[in-house]
Structures are given as structure tokens and as C-alpha cells.
């Protein structure tokens, strides 16, 4: 395959727009192994199996090493050691032929072998379907007999009734040549087939295939279709099909296939030069016996086993067994260094080691600012040791660089104030893995920390999700003054406070903080001082400090020049607020504080926040503290009503198990009963217990302030722990009566050991399941960036209620949040103009439009935007981080991808039984939300009307019709299946996407029948049921935007007179385009239907191979792609990062590339960061 060169093509490989994958023809692969170098011709044939003199440890001769074909294994000295040194530079020695240059060389320069006989390239024989069998019209068995040997195919037919391509037997071969003798020619091997390929005129071929496909259908259409995409391709790219066949085979270079020396004088040596040696090997033997004229037999033979020796080398184990090396392990061949995780694309290209970075434990600090984290000072010195060197020099503390090295490497005394220096104003990156979303990795300033583990604040562990059980961090140290402007300007944490998938505060106080707050703001009308009155705050403060006021009192208090009935606490709390700030009268739980931040930042911006957050944290751990909480057995309080509720559960079960016995219940209704009896008595109790408890006992504290636990814990603690489920999911019908406080039976801790087991399982199971769906998620919407400020769509989509039946799940409001609305929307009944059209809608708005009880909004989305490749800032709305529009240039493809998989690990994966004998599976969790973004047809799958009409239903033998009947007339029938519950009665009317049936709708079904819109309604609505259900939050714009790319495909049906072929996929607005061109030329325009494609076809379907290929399936995408000549516009993310680019998107976004960082400097002045100004 032809790659981009820099020696052979002497272009800028630092300033390209496109890649092109094309086959590489003989002459190609030749150029690249051969060099000019001054007057002189290298040729860079390989022609020995041998790779390093066993006694010497110097390359051979025109083996697999050679230095005179691949370049000098030490820089400047060639293989003889006649020239050495810079100065002989370009000189090639007259003694041993090898040019004088840099070792580097033997990383780029190729070699190539003679091949004794043609042989098919692996890929392009036993792909799906096979491309070199699809050109010759030949099945892939026929064609493999023929390259191996086992088969003859017919030449030149001569004047016999032979056609030309016909594949003989032995048998039928040898019937032949006494029939006819030699009046056809027949051939074996790749050389036959490359002679057949050779003869193939593709015009020719494609005229003669389009004028079949008109006559043709069935199964013969597709095949020609199938052949007709294969010759157009080459047609296009310029590709010729012999070219499938190698006569010459390429040679890496040796650096890329190295032999490392390990102790003991042995060798590890790559696969790849196994795998190279018996190629060497077997083309030479056949080159001897060719030489000695072998018998045909023998000579076929050796042919056979070099065509298995290259496809060995290409892809080892696509055909037969795999070859193996001394350790019965399958050798690594070219295919196998790209593929999957450990390949080219994925383990070096898309994400690499980076120099400047460590590790190490994390621990909390709460002296910490928001913006800072610890760094052990070891690690801060190794990770700064080039600043610090530099400064020591500066500072005339070192006479020169190595002076200061061996100053940094001792930790002399003066290197840490040379170091407090450094690292002040110089952010670093915290990352910790799993990396689910960008905010996983920020921006802090680094403070000295004594010890070796890192510091980092208590509020930033939500965002990263950790803990400090043990836990590692990574650090990495942004070099250039870009990447460092990068990181204060936009990756720092104070700038990290929302999440950008709901767009609520992440970075909010939690557990001790939690605790201290709602502690400090509980009120208790008999605490001492209950009722006072207080001229002053301070006042107030000295009764506390002599222990004549309680800080839950009840007082009277003048606070800001106003008069208020509160407590002391309270007015403490709201001593940290901002300055205008209205008083909080109420006890502050986790939720109060988060909607509290969440409100400052919407009102006062970034800086207030963080000064809350931080004054929060102080407060917080001060008085988690002072109330020193305690919790025993004691606290634990069981209602007294408990052994009532449960004897008299106990008596209505018996009398259920006796009604069954007389046959007047089922089984499935006596379970049931039991069931719902149990569940109905364990949530009577959990009532009591919320109930009975006293609020200052401090376990119940924990739990209502949100601090730590919930109710269903305080449930198992203190009320029963109720029923439990065994391995299937089905609900065993003997509660658990017992707490953990009276502790549990053996038989009942015996039954609670299923469910704890299953707990762990679908946990790892589902942190596998959830990491790959974010992995195909990702690479869907990576190329979705915001192109342009308005597409200049006008009509948006409608967005209702959500709702499950007749229940509302989620309200107008939330869904329309962050939205740009697309009408005015008016109150209905006063009038008033809430929204007006291109306004963004905000809470307030969203509320009043809510409660103006609105049924529907239109508002702007992706699903409707108009922008070609990525979507608009107008459609997208406001940047749910940000809270301000999106800026031109963010990935939100990316983001929602994040925001979709990141809470993939709380989702459940187990399919739930309702238990009982009709066991009715409903698919839920996780594996709902796969099922929708591939787009399956769901199991058990609800039939839909495809017509209007009134419901008529039948039954005839056991089966159950539906019949559709309008104005007398039967427009439609369905066969129900057994077991289907039916939805419709008779005399129902329905409309075309009426489900008939109960059970999840196929969305291909609803594309069909109802249109885009309303399959893209159902899947956002669906996938947003399953988180609500889990109750995460998750706004409909991120769905949206993965279902936008999954709808953005469209099934030619007929091309028209474009060169499109009928039954390819082609991106809507490439389509469009077509169609409007045809339109204007006075041409006829092709037609086409949308398709849904799931995110794994769709990502596959890009239009870049190397996002594709770097995907899933490598080898089938570069074959693909090497056959069509295709071309990558690198215009996503992944492409861009695999070829070293900076990606298209936030600040390399092209329309921002010019902005550079300037600084701007006084004579003798320190420059900070402060300094720096962004010019345009």
C-alpha cells in the first residue's frame, strides 16, 4: 500500500490536508527501495534470509539488516569503518557500498523483495466479499483453489466451448486436454489470475455491468451491484486490478522490525524478520529450481508454499493455521501490528507515553484553594529538573548545565528555593483513571507538599470521582506557553464548576462538609438561649462563647440592619454568602447547598463561586468538627409498631397460601399477592422510622442531610431488610424479617448472600459493558464540532413532555432549558410574550412557560440543523458548562459522548423478571440503552398499524387477526403471535405507527411508517427513560446529537444520472447537493431513502479510513479503502490525532489557528502569565 514518503516525494510533511490510501503497483514499490545518491544507483533488493553475523553482531550483506540498503547502523561510519565522522556526510563508500549519514535512516528507508512469482495479496483475496473474485466474477472458493494450486482456470479458451475464467479440476482438466489437446490455454496460481486481471478493461467491464444491472433482480443485482462498487472504485482512484497481485514485496525498515540484544547473547527479535526470512528462504529455493528446470510439480510446490509464506507475512492465521515461532505462540505479522488494542492504531497513534509526568496516592488536604493541588516535592523537582537547571544557571548558582544538573540530582538546599520559584503561576495537570469525561482531567498550581503523595482539595473529588482509599493520581506538566494558556485559561478547576452534561455544579460540598453545614443550620426549639434577643451578630457570638447561647436556639438577632427570627448558626451560614446576597433561612442539606452554588454562579459568575465554595469547605470541616458525631448500636432506633406490622403480614399470607389451596388463586396471583403484601409492609415501616426518629440523632443526620447513606439503608438497619431477589432476578417470596441490628437468621443470611454476590458481578461486568459503549459512542460523534453561529434553520422540532403512559416523567421545562427557542412563545392567558423567537430560554423563562401550562415549545436543535459536517452554535444552544452559548469550535460531539457513557457504570444490567410463571423480560439498564444506539430490533417487539382505519379483531384456530377495515374496505391484516397482550380493542381507530400490540417499537419500523422525526423522537425519548429510571441526570442534547449522526445516512435508490450506485450509503447533505446539481443541470436527480444505522455501522461508515480503521475491523477498512482510493480530508478528531495534527476543534479550530501568543515584555521585568496577551 502506497504510504506518504518523505525521502522518495520530498514533500512538507508538516503541512498536508489529505491522505490518499491507494495500491501500490511494482514500479512503485521498487522507487521506494531504491536511492540515488550522488551519481550512484542503490538498489535495495533484499536477497539473503540472513539478518546479523552471528560472531561480529554486524548486519549481512544484502540480508534482511543490510546497512548498504537500509543506511549505517551508527551515525556517520559506514559498515566498513573506512569513513567516519560528520565530514564525510553523503559520501557512499567505495569498499562496502553503504552511504555515510544518520542511523535514523534505517527508521524510514525501505527494501523490497523479487518475488519469483506473482502472489496474491491475502487481503484482497479472502476479504468480505472478495475483491480480486468480485472483479473476475468468480466465487472466493473457486478463486483460492486456483492461487493454491488445486485448481485450473481457463486462459484462452481457443475455439473450444470453454468460457475464459471457467475454474477446472484435476479431473475435468485432464477430460478436457484429450477432448481438445491443446487448442486452450489454462493456468495456476497468482500468475494466472494476474494475467486474467491484467486483460480486464474497466470501463469496458463497467459499461457492461450497468447496462445488466437494468434487467437484473434478486439476488443477481446485488451481486452485480457488489461488482459494480468495486470497479468504479478503481476506476476512480486510478488503481489497476493486477496490482492486487505482488511481484515485488516491500520491506520495512529494519528499526521498525529491530533485533534488541538481551543479557546472555541472545537475541529478541521482532516476528516480523521470521516471517521475512521464510519468504527469503522459499523464493530462493524456487528461483533454484526454476534455474534447474524442477519438475512442474515441484516447482508448483514452491509456489504454493511462497504465496503462503507472503500470507503469513500480511495476516498471519486468516487462512489455515497460523505459523508459529519456537514458543508455539502465532507469529505477529503486518495485520496484527495494527489491530486491536495493542496495535499501531490504537496503543501508539491515538494515545502515547508522554515525558514529564508521575504518579502517586492521592490524600486530601483542606487548606488547599480550589485552584491548587500538593505536589510531593521529589516528584515536583524531577517533573520542573529542566526549569530549575535553567534558573540555577540564570541565578549564577551553577557555573554551567551540567554543573546545575548535578546541583538538582544531589537536592542541594538552594535548588528548593530555586524550585518555590519555578513552579509558582505554573499550572499542572491532574488526570485520574478511568478517564469517563473531560472532567477528569484539570488544572491546578502546584504547591510543595511535604511526603510523597498528592494533595488535592475535598470538592474536586466528585468531578474525578475519587476517593482516598487508596486511589492514584497522574500529573503532567503543560511545556509550551500555548498548552500552559490552555490550561489556566480553560482547563483550570475554578472553570470546571458545571457539569457539561447537565449543566448542574459538580464541584459542590459533600459528606463532613455536607454534615457541618446542615448541622450548623439545624434549629431545636429547646436548646439553651432559646428566644433571646440580640442587638448584634457579635453579640450573639460572645453568649455562645461564655455557653449562655445554644447554636440551634431560636433567637432574635439584628443582622444587616434588619430584625430576624433565626438562630446563630444560621447567621454564621450566612456570613459566608455574598454581599447581597438574600438570607437563608432554612437547614442546609446537600441539595440547598448544590442549588445554593449553582445559583451564585449563575448570579455572581466564576470568581464569587469559588470564594463560596472555598468558605463552604472552612465552615464545614470547622463544624463537622465541633459537633463531633457519633454514631452506636444505640442510635440505631427499631419502631415499636414493627412486630405488629409483620404479624399481621404473616396471618394474610397464610390466608392467601389457603385460598390458593382451595384453587381459588393461581400461583402466579398468590405469588404476586405475597409480593406486593411484603413490599407494601417493609415501605410501611421504612415510613415509621423516617417518622419516629428524633432529627438530631446523628445517624439519622447523615442520612436526611445527604451527607452519607439513604433511607433504604436506615431501612435495613433499623425497620427489616425486606425481600430479596435469587441469581435469576426473580424475587424470592420469604422477607427478610430481621434488621441488622437484631441481626439475621441463617436462612435468611443464607438468602441475602444471591443478592450480594449478583451485585458484585454486574458490577465489573457492567464497567466493561459501559467503557466499550463510550468507546463506540465517541467515535460517532468525534467529528461533530461546532462549525458556524446559525445554519440558518428556521423550523426546529417541537419538544413535549415526557411521559411513561399517562404519567409525566419529565417536565416541559427541563427539556427546553438551555435551549434556543424557535417562535415567540406566548402566555395563553395574558398574552405576554415569555420567549421571543432566537432567545435562549432560561430557568426563570422555562418556568413560566411551565406554568403558563404550555403543551408544546418549538425550540432549535441539532436534529434539525442544517450545518454539513458538524452542527451550529444557534441549534446546539447554551454550553450546559458555561452557562453562555456555545463557542464556534467546541467538540460537542465529544461532550456528548462523554455525558452519555460516563454514568454508564450506574446503570443497571440486569434484565428484570416480575417473576411468577408468565415471565415477561422487559430489557432495561444499560442494555436498553445499547439496543437503542444500535439500533436492534428490540425482542418481543410490538406489531405497528401501517394504515388508518377502525380495529376489527378475529380469531380463527387458535390465532388471533387484526384486521384494519376503512369505509367497509380490508386495508390491512396482522397476524398476532402466541403470547402477544393486544393494546386495541374493536371499533379502536388507529393511524399509521399505532402499536397493536404490547412490547418496546422497532425504530427502523418507525422511520418507515412515521418518518425521521418521529424515529428520532422515540430513540431520544427512550434513551432518556432509562437514565431518569436510574435517576441520572442527562440533558436530551447530547442524545440528540448522537441520534442526528445515526440518521445521517442515505440508501441510494436510484442514482439518477449521477455516478452514485444503487444501494450505497451516502451522507444526506452530499445527497442533497447531488440532487440540486442534477436539478440545475437540467439532469435526472437520484432518490433515496434515510436510513438508521447503529453507532458501530455508523462509525464505520465515516468518510475517514483512518478513524475507521482505527476503530474495529482495520483490515477490512484499508482494504476497502486501498481499492477505492480513498481519500481522508482529516477533518474529524481521531484522523488529526493519528497523523500528529492538532485536532480541529477548540482552539485549533481552523478559524483560531492564527491566534498566537505574544509576550509582551519590560526591559528587566519578570514575565507571568498575566502578561500574555492573545492577538489576533
Partial sequence: MEAIRKESTKINMSNFTKIQIKLASPEKIREWGTRRVGGQVIYGEVKKPETINYRTFKPEMDGLFCERIFGPTKDWECYCGKYRKLRYKGIVCDKCGVEVTTAKVRRERMGYIELAAPVAHIWFVKSVPSRIGLILNMNSKDLERVIYFAAYVVLDPGDT??????????????????????????????????????????????????????????????????????????????????????????????????????????????????????????????????????????????????????????????????????????????????????????????????????????????????????????????????????????????????????????????????LEEVIKDYPVLLNRAPTLHRLSIQAFYPVLAKGRAIEIHPMVCPPYNADFDGDQMAVHVPLSLAARAEAELIMASPYNILSPAHGKPLVAPHQDMVIGLFYLTLENPDARGRGKIFASYEEALMAYEVGELDIHAPIKIRYKGELRETTLGRVIFNSILPEDWEYVNEPQDKKALGNLVEACFKKKGYTATITLLDNMKELGFKWATKAGLTISVKDVEIPE??????????????????????????????????????????????????????????????????????????????????????????????????????????????????????????????????????????????????????????????????????????????????????????????????????????????????????????????????????????????????????????????????????????????????????????????????????????????????????????????????YIIDDNVEKARYQIPYGAKIRVQNGDKVVPGTPLTEGPLNPHEILRIKGVEEAERYLVDEVKKVYISQGVDLHDKHIELIVRRMLQKVRVDDPGDTDLIIGNLVDMYEFEELQDWAIRNNLKPPRGKRVLLGITRASLATDSFLAAASFQETTRVLTEAAVKGKIDTLSGLKENVIIGNLIPAGTGFPSYRNVEVERVEEPGEEVSLEDIRLTQ
Fill in 161 to 418: 466451448p470453454l468460457e475464459k475464467g471457467q475454474v477446472l479440476s484435476d479431473v475435468e482438466y485432464e477430460e478436457y486436454l484429450q477432448k481438445y489437446g491443446n487448442k486452450f490455454r489454462v493456468g495456476m496460481g497468482a500468475e494466472a489470475i494476474k494475467e486474467l486481471l491484467t486483460e480486464i478493461d474497466l470501463e469496458k467491464l463497467s459499461k457492461e455491468l450497468r447496462q445488466e444491472l437494468e434487467t437484473a433482480n434478486g439476488q443477481k443485482k446485488v451481486k452485480i451491484l457488489k461488482r459494480l462498487d468495486v470497479v468504479e472504485g478503481l476506476l476512480k482512484s486510478g488503481n489497476r486490478p493486477e496490482w492486487m497481485i505482488l511481484e515485488v514485496l516491500p520491506v520495512i525498515p529494519p528499526e521498525l522490525r529491530p533485533m534488541v540484544p538481551l543479557d546472555g547473547g541472545r537475541f529478541a527479535v521482532s516476528d516480523l524478520n521470521d516471517l521475512y526470512r521464510r519468504v527469503i528462504n522459499r523464493n530462493n529455493r524456487l528461483k533454484k529450481l526454476i534455474e534447474l528446470q524442477a519438475p512442474e510439480i515441484i516447482i508448483r510446490n514452491e509456489k504454493r508454499m511462497l504465496q503462503e509464506a507472503v500470507d503469513a507475512l500480511i495476516d498471519n492465521g486468516r487462512r489455515g493455521t497460523a505459523v508459529t515461532g519456537s514458543n508455539r505462540r502465532p507469529l505477529k505479522s503486518l495485520s496484527d501490528l495494527l489491530k486491536g488494542k495493542q496495535g499501531r492504531f490504537r496503543q501508539n497513534l491515538l494515545g502515547k507515553r508522554v515525558d514529564y509526568s508521575g504518579r502517586s496516592v492521592i490524600v486530601v488536604n483542606p487548606e488547599l484553594k480550589l485552584n491548587q493541588c500538593g505536589l510531593p516535592r521529589e516528584m515536583a523537582l524531577e517533573l520542573f529538573k529542566p526549569f530549575v537547571m535553567r534558573r540555577l544557571v540564570e541565578r549564577k548558582l551553577a557555573h554551567n548545565i551540567k554543573n546545575a544538573k548535578r546541583m538538582v540530582e544531589r537536592m542541594r538546599p538552594e535548588v528548593w528555593d530555586v
Fill in 641 to 962: 409498631e414493627k412486630n405488629e406490622l409483620i404479624r399481621r403480614a404473616e396471618e394474610e399470607v397464610e390466608s392467601l397460601n389457603s385460598r390458593y389451596e382451595l384453587g381459588l388463586l393461581t400461583e402466579s396471583e398468590r405469588y404476586q399477592q405475597i409480593v406486593n403484601l411484603w413490599n407494601s409492609v417493609t415501605d410501611t415501616i421504612t415510613e415509621k422510622i423516617r417518622s419516629n426518629m428524633n432529627p438530631f440523632n446523628h445517624l439519622y443526620m447523615m442520612t436526611i442531610s445527604g451527607a452519607r447513606g439513604n433511607i433504604q439503608q436506615m431501612r435495613q438497619l433499623a425497620g427489616m431488610r425486606g425481600l430479596m431477589a435469587d441469581p435469576s432476578g426473580r424475587i424470592i417470596e420469604f422477607p427478610i424479617i430481621h434488621n441488622f441490628r437484631e441481626g439475621l437468621s441463617v436462612v435468611e443470611y443464607f438468602i441475602s448472600t444471591h443478592g450480594a454476590r449478583k451485585g458484585s458481578t454486574d458490577t465489573a461486568l457492567r464497567t466493561a459493558d459501559s467503557g466499550y459503549l463510550t468507546r463506540r459512542l465517541i467515535d460517532v460523534a468525534q467529528e461533530v464540532i461546532v462549525e458556524e453561529k446559525d445554519c440558518g434553520d428556521t423550523e426546529g422540532i417541537y419538544v413535549y413532555p415526557l411521559k411513561e403512559g399517562e404519567d409525566i416523567i419529565e417536565p416541559l421545562s427541563k427539556r427546553i432549558l438551555y435551549r434556543i427557542s424557535a417562535e415567540d412563545v406566548i402566555d395563553p392567558n395574558t398574552g405576554e410574550v415569555i420567549v421571543r423567537a432566537n432567545e435562549p430560554i432560561d430557568d426563570e423563562k422555562a418556568k413560566k412557560i411551565e406554568s403558563a401550562e404550555i403543551e408544546r415549545v418549538r425550540v432549535f436543535s441539532v436534529l434539525s440543523c442544517k450545518s454539513k459536517r458538524g452542527v451550529c452554535a444557534k441549534c446546539y444552544g447554551i454550553n450546559l458548562a458555561t452557562n453562555k452559548l456555545v463557542d464556534v469550535g467546541e467538540a460537542v460531539g465529544v461532550i456528548a459522548a462523554q455525558s452519555i457513557g460516563e454514568p454508564g457504570t450506574q446503570l443497571t444490567l440486569r434484565t428484570f423478571h416480575t417473576g411468577g410463571v408468565a415471565v415477561e423480560d422487559i430489557t432495561q439498564g444499560l442494555p436498553r440503552v445499547e439496543e437503542l444506539f444500535e439500533a436492534r430490533k428490540p425482542k418481543g417487539q410490538a406489531i405497528m398499524s401501517e394504515v388508518s382505519g377502525t380495529v376489527k379483531i378475529e380469531e380463527s384456530r387458535g390465532i388471533n387477526y387484526i
